[in-house]
């Protein structure tokens, strides 16, 4: 089965989280954020481990821990 996607990219603060809101409230679309991701993983797991790490100084993610929350 294909799934589409729309990627909003952007910086802090440019309604990224706001036009999702609004996308997903078309039917048949889901609104669902990296930063959702990341705050529901277990601090315990590698990743969590990673997101803390990060967070806890105000810095974002890097690419390659990203990357791979959405790949695995």
Avoid at 2 to 11: M, N
Avoid at 53 to 70: C, H, M, N, R
Wanted: some cysteine; aromatic content about 12%; charged content about 20%.
């Amino acid at each position: 089965m294909k799934y589409r996607a729309i990627l909003l990219f952007g910086a802090p603060g440019a309604g990224k989280g706001t036009q999702g809101k609004i996308l997903g409230q078309i039917p048949n679309f889901v609104h669902f954020s990296c930063g959702d991701a990341f705050r529901n993983l277990r601090v315990d797991s590698k990743l969590g481990r990673v997101f803390v790490e990060f967070a806890s100084k105000g810095q974002l993610v890097p690419d390659e821990p990203t990357i791979e929350l959405w790949t695995t």
